[in-house]
């Protein structure tokens, strides 16, 4: 809603934006004291309409950058004009003398200018609907954002495994505290507490019971008006509540471990009710979350894994546990309760105090990163939980896009710096693949000379020939030493038109040669002759004249006939009389 002290639209009055969001969550923005209100009016009143569901500002967060946005315009246009403005008096050098002032103050490389710019804008284009009384020259200004550039961007990176099973290992310790601190520790001290109105305030147990009585809300403070400063010390509130109610280290633990775990953004991982498990079913569960971002569809379930403590389901169910007392005092529905060190009962992780605790978390169990503090953000973790994805999957993107357009999966969550070494290697790989395809030559086995010869139309499917060009390949008029060739003068070695320049036994790594049984006697003789060499030739030397040949004859080409024909061909190659190689059309006949 939007509070003045004067509704009356000729009156300035004092200015102030109290605004509820449908999941009670508040924010307040106040202009009181600030200057050109008669703009600030009409801008702010745009923006706390903005703020009902569907409308564009879902959460207080992007009502606080929205309003920073106005609030700096106005002081801007203050210090420069002089005069109070309206909103029908905007011409579009105060947008554009703003940007340029914007861009004075921050670096090259920010994203700050564009981004105050984008706002304003955003709120003037809804006000030009409304018949707001904008000039022609400010509605024409308006149909672009900026004439800037944006800024540089760099992607938020995933967290290394190094680093990711130091936050593992760190946040399961914590985890297992708080359980059996929660659901053994504390229980029992609780069990033996009386009224110490009665019994007696030097007694842990008791002061115990008292805080349990009052739901967490009785604290150092008061005990010390009761009994004095020394006994307060001795039974801090502070030191005993954590043993029957969460503190902010436990939860942020557990939701650290989730959004790991199920990849789900931490902004709507932190605002999970206590009802958001649904549907369990044979080890699984959907998780049920609201995403602001996704207007219209901001409402969405997620399947995880449920069952086991380190599961996601399990999690939640932990953190359920663990945060019912909490829920049961304050009566809200949000899951990640827990009590202050004041003895306030929160209702939940706000951005800045989720980022409180993670500093905390890495000081408290001296998380490091080459020697310096683990920059703890929790938006890296989503990225972290995707790029593990990736990699399990070696990039297929149906398994990756969960929750995105491809489009958008590929530019935020696969585009980022942890994932180069996979991509080169994916063209690496990829560029090897082509290369093997280049270097395999093409083995016919008798029944498919056979098949070809009764159909010589399939030899274009088969071997990339013509009908026309499939006779020399069979009869042994292309014949080489080792195979026929498809095209002499068409080497993938040499330059197309010129004959092929590389030795005989290169044919059986050229995707131009065709090997039949006519040829298989041959290779094995050549295979004999390779064999011969290992025993006299260093092994460095060998591999690198006869290991990639040797590799062929007996994984690609051996394998594919019959053993009869092999053993016939064996025993010819191993004859007394020497095998010639040379092609026949270079014997001339003979």
């Given at each position: 809603?939007l ?13 102030k934006?109290?605004?509820?969001f ?12 600030e ?7 009409t ?15 879902g959460?207080p967060?992007?009502l606080?950058?929205?309003?920073r ?33 914007l ?6 490389s ?13 709120i ?5 609907d ?5 000039s ?10 900026s ?15 190094h ?23 504390g229980p ?14 030097n ?5 115990l019971w ?24 001795a ?12 503190t ?6 557990l939701l ?17 009710t ?5 549907n369990?079913n044979?080890g ?11 207007h219209g569809?901001?409402?969405?379930t997620?399947r995880?894994?449920?069952?086991s ?6 999690l ?5 546990r ?7 005092a ?18 939940g ?11 905390s ?14 920059d ?8 972290t939980?995707k ?20 489009d958008?999966a590929?530019?935020?969550y696969a ?10 290697q994916a063209?690496?790989?990829g560029?090897?693949d082509?290369?093997a395809?280049a ?7 008798p029944?498919?000379?056979?098949r070809?010869t ?28 080792l ?19 590389v030795?005989f036994?290169?044919?059986?790594g050229c ?15 050549f ?12 092994a460095?030397?060998w591999?690198a ?5 040797h ?7 051996v ?5 009869g024909?092999?053993l016939?061909?064996?025993a010819?190659?191993?004859?007394s009389?020497p ?12």
């Amino acid at each position: 809603m939007l509070q003045t002290v004067d509704q009356t639209p000729t009156t300035l009055g004092l200015l102030k934006i109290e605004v509820t969001f449908s999941d009670d969550r508040m924010a307040v923005v106040d202009w009181t004291h600030e200057p050109q209100q008669r703009l600030l009016r009409t801008l702010g009143a745009e923006l706390a309409v903005s703020c009902t569901v569907g409308q564009g500002t879902g959460s207080p967060h992007t009502l606080r950058n929205r309003a920073r946005s106005c609030l700096e315009w106005a002081r801007w246009l203050d210090s420069t004009e002089g005069v109070e403005l309206r909103v029908n008096d905007l011409l579009p050098r105060h947008l554009d003398g703003f940007e340029s002032h914007l861009r004075e103050r921050h670096p090259e490389s920010s994203r700050t200018p564009y981004s105050r710019i984008a706002d304003i804008v955003w709120i003037l284009r809804r006000l030009s609907d409304k018949e707001s009384g904008l000039s022609a020259a400010m509605l024409r200004r308006l149909s672009h954002t900026s004439a800037g550039p944006v800024g540089s961007y760099t992607p938020r990176d995933a967290y290394s495994p190094h680093i990711v099973e130091q936050l593992r290992t760190a946040a399961r310790s914590d985890v297992d505290d708080a359980v059996r601190r929660l659901t053994l520790d504390g229980p029992a001290l609780l069990a033996q507490g009386q009224d110490p109105r009665m019994a007696g305030w030097n007694s842990d147990a008791n002061v115990l019971w008292e805080i349990h009585r009052s739901q967490g809300t009785f604290t150092r403070q008061q005990l010390a008006q009761l009994v004095g400063t020394a006994l307060a010390d001795a039974h801090t509130p502070g030191r005993l509540a954590p043993l029957v109610y969460p503190t902010s280290r436990d939860l942020f633990a557990l939701l650290l471990l989730f959004c790991l775990d199920s990849g789900m953004e931490v902004e709507a991982a932190r605002e999970l009710t206590s009802d958001c498990l649904k549907n369990p079913n044979r080890g699984y569960v959907q998780v049920e979350y609201l995403k602001r971002r996704r207007h219209g569809k901001e409402w969405n379930t997620m399947r995880v894994r449920d069952g086991s403590p380190n599961s996601p389901g399990g999690l939640l169910r932990l953190a359920l546990r663990i945060t019912a007392p909490v829920r049961e005092a304050t009566g809200s529905s949000a899951l990640w309760q827990f009590r202050t060190k004041d003895g306030i009962l929160s209702a939940g992780f706000s951005a800045g105090s989720a980022s409180s605790v993670a500093r905390s978390f890495v000081s408290t169990h001296r998380l490091t990163d080459g020697g310096k503090p683990v920059d703890l953000r929790l938006s890296r973790l989503r990225k972290t939980y995707k790029a593990a994805v990736y990699k399990v999957t070696g990039g297929r993107m149906s398994a990756f896009v969960q929750g995105h357009s491809p489009d958008i999966a590929a530019a935020h969550y696969a585009d980022i710096p942890s994932l180069r070494n996979l991509h080169e290697q994916a063209v690496a790989d990829g560029l090897q693949d082509a290369l093997a395809d280049a270097q395999t030559p093409v083995v016919l086995t008798p029944e498919e000379e056979e098949r070809l010869t009764q159909h010589p139309a399939d030899a274009w499917e088969s071997l990339g020939v013509s009908a026309e060009e499939l006779p020399p390949l069979l009869s042994g008029e292309s014949d080489l030493w080792l195979s026929s060739c498809r095209s002499f003068f068409d080497s993938p070695f040499g330059i197309k038109g010129k004959a092929c320049p590389v030795s005989f036994f290169s044919c059986l790594g050229c995707s131009n040669a065709v090997i039949t049984r006519r040829k298989l006697p041959a290779i094995l003789a050549f295979l004999n002759h390779i064999e011969a060499e290992r025993a006299k030739t260093p092994a460095a030397e060998w591999a690198a004249r006869f290991g990639k040949v040797h590799h062929q004859i007996l994984q690609l080409i051996v394998p594919r006939f019959s053993k009869g024909d092999v053993l016939s061909a064996k025993a010819i190659a191993e004859s007394s009389e020497p095998l010639l190689f040379l092609p026949h059309n270079l014997l001339g006949g003979h």
